[in-house]
């Protein structure tokens, strides 16, 4: 038994070590996906559809188990690279300017003046807004996802 098994108090903290691995190893696999495909020129849709897929990972960790801690980390992961890896992109490329895909998203006229700012801007923004992202959504994701689980679980010991 490892330690984070030791000192979990719920089964729901920190999860299941093969379902926390696995979805951390997914959500990483998502992020390299769509980083290469932003590289070489696709939209990745930085948009309303990757916030419903970080409400999907959310479900699916709490119908396998993988823990709320685990679930937190990795939806605040995608919400960190949601603004910081394309003003990255753009700041070691040279292709930044003041507005173009390389800015990550904020309210509208508000910009920066230079790449690094951009990426500096671009961190701040993922601590402020990123974190309290993963927070409320990947709880709330998590408890519909065990939800469903128990009640499929019931639903199968009734029959």
């Known amino acids: 038994m490892g330690y984070l098994e030791d000192v ?42 990757w916030i419903v897929l970080t409400l999907g990972i959310a479900i699916v ?16 992961l995608i919400g960190l690279w949601w603004f910081v890896f394309l003003p990255l992109v753009g700041y070691l490329t ?28 671009g961190v701040e923004y993922g601590v402020q807004f990123g974190l309290p992202f993963a927070v409320l959504l990947g709880s709330s994701g998590y408890a519909a996802g065990v939800a469903i689980d128990r009640m499929s679980k019931r639903m199968k010991a009734s029959r």
């Open 8 to 49: 979990r108090g719920s089964t729901h903290v920190v999860g299941d070590s093969s379902s926390r691995s696995l979805l951390v190893l997914a959500v990483v696999g998502l992020l390299l996906l769509a980083s290469g495909g932003f590289v070489i020129g696709l939209n990745v849709g930085l948009s309303l559809g």
């Open 94 to 121: 040279g292709s930044w300017a003041g507005s173009t895909r390389y800015n990550h998203p904020r309210m509208l006229g508000y910009g920066y003046t230079s790449a690094r700012a951009e990426l500096f801007g």
């Open 61 to 76: 960790a709490g119908l396998v188990g993988a823990g709320l801690v685990p679930t937190i980390g990795s939806l605040w």
